[in-house]
DNA sequence: CTAGGGTTAG
């Protein structure tokens, strides 16, 4: 009897059981407590203890707690916070199991101030302590603390433990400080998995995907064995470089590896086919799942969108609905992404009014964006401006800015300046906006304005970015700056985009020196730096390294140039090339002398 | 009582 499990408590009513309690022992007691889950069956057996005279029973209320902390809601930790305060001297088990709590309940303040408690108490944190504690750290971005965390770690000689190593190295690239999470990492004599897969997270969510790849075949060197998280943030990485070749590669290991069982390792599949210009990539991946969650159906949806498939977008949506998937708000952001982009202006308001009303997902600042882009891009210009004015929350200056590009697609100066005065009041730092106006100012050749903008901007030390195209050939990504003169194939890559340009001119290409601002430039000169824009560069280094007839991937990391964007067309079907530019914001599929963006971008 | 995670407007 006294070693027969505990009933299961979740299908029995408490009377039908409660005879039952009054026979069991405590050991009986304390093997069923992890399996109760909810809080009313805790209350159930705190009830008991009473009864039994077990209440201060240090061995079962550690257990009762442990059950709260587990998968813990606010009431199951106020609950477990009652329990704590009745024992007069909790040891670092009974902390720590608080701490998870706090931590894995989005209470992290409350993990932190008890640490300092615990503290009080002489008690010295374990192995068990750092990892909950410095989740919270970066939960409630609390890095001082993080940091003191640290340089406790080190006093006890936990740091390299394999446990607490890997969340350091998460607390610090969790703190947008890759470089100390790196410097934690150079630290462990033989990093394992785990702490790789955190040091890869973090280069790869700081948008730093050439690092995250190089560590990660330093991982395949080291002969360590990626698992599900590894490759999750790898998949990451080949998306933002529109690494291909990597990608399927990944996809192969996936599949030998068996981790195509898990759903977020297909998302990510998804994710990275269609950022990588692979729309039937994703589809297939997509179309293998046997089971999909709100995320799986939302980086579908994401991926059509933003291969311009308006209609895949909304019948992807219907199914979901079918499918019994509930919708978040990312999968909305998909949809309105499709709307902006397809130009359904009314299409595009009523899934935005859906989402609160029939969903009660509240619209968040990117919803909006994609508001003012819907209205912006179909030329509505003032309902826009008037969008953003009435918001029920403090536009950003990325809203303005939005309009703002709108403003200079329809060539509407004078509402472009007033954009320019509510973006300059919020954030004056950003050189993108200067070049956007200043741009709109010299086509319709008000030259002072050119002028004192760009004296403004100098003024303001605002900084454009500077263009960057890369391509993948055999598993390298090249990376090309406007005007790039130091790349190592340099000389070759110039010479071939010269004798590129001049075959393209023999077939009616007029190069747009009209998009290079700068009054005291002559046109040969402006010819120039318009032939080494770095999209250019990409493409010429794709023609030159990739065998005739295949698909040349581009990526950018700005809007491509209008200039770019007529050479690449022509070049599809001067060489039979296709040619995929993603740029910041979308796919161009250029093929047969057209692009699939229809000119509209 | 231990960690690491994909999808997010312009």
Redesign the pocket.
Known sequence: MATAPFPPVIQQSPSQHSSYYNTTYPSSLLSCL?KCTSLKELKQIQAFTIKTHLQNDLQILTKLI?SC??NPTTASMDYAHQLFEAIPQPD??L???M??GY??SNAPLKAISLFIKALNYNLLP???????L??AC?VAKAFQQGKQLHCLAIKLGLNE???????L??MY??SNDVDGAQRVFDEILEP????Y??II??Y??SSRPNEALSLFRQLQARKLKP????V??V??SC??LGALDLGKWIHEYVKKNGLDK???????L??MY??CGSLDGAISVFESMSLR???????MI?AYA?HGQGQDVMSMFEEMARANVQP????F??L??AC??TGLVDEGFRYFYSMSEVYGIIP???????M??LL?RAGLLHEAYKFIDELPIKP????W??LL??CSSHGNLELAKQVMNQILELDDSHGGDYVILSNLCARAGKWEDVDTLRKLMIHKGAVKIPGCSSIEVDNVVHEFFSGDGVHYVSTALHRALDELVKELKSVGYVPDTSLVVHPDMEDEEKEITLRYHSEKLAISFGLLNTPPGTTIRVVKNL?VCGDCHSAAKLISSLIDREIILRD???FHHFKDGKCSCGDYW
């Open positions: 992890p442990n902390t587990q670092i088990v902390f720590n199991s701490f998870r931590s894995r374990d192995d068990y302590t750092f990892p909950s410095l989740k970066v433990n394999p446990y607490v190593c890997p969340t190295i998460n690239a969790g394992c998995v785990v702490s897969n955190a997270t973090g790869a969510r698992n599900d998280v590894t999750l943030s998949l990451s998306a933002l898990y759903v977020k390792v297909n998302t990510a998804i994710d269609a950022k969650d709100t995320q799986a159906w939302s980086a994401v933003m978040d708000e990312i999968t952001l998909g309105l992404y902006s982009h968040g600042i990117k919803h909006y964006g994609c003012v882009d912006g950003t200056p990325i809203l800015r939005t590009s709108s809007r910041v914001q979308r």
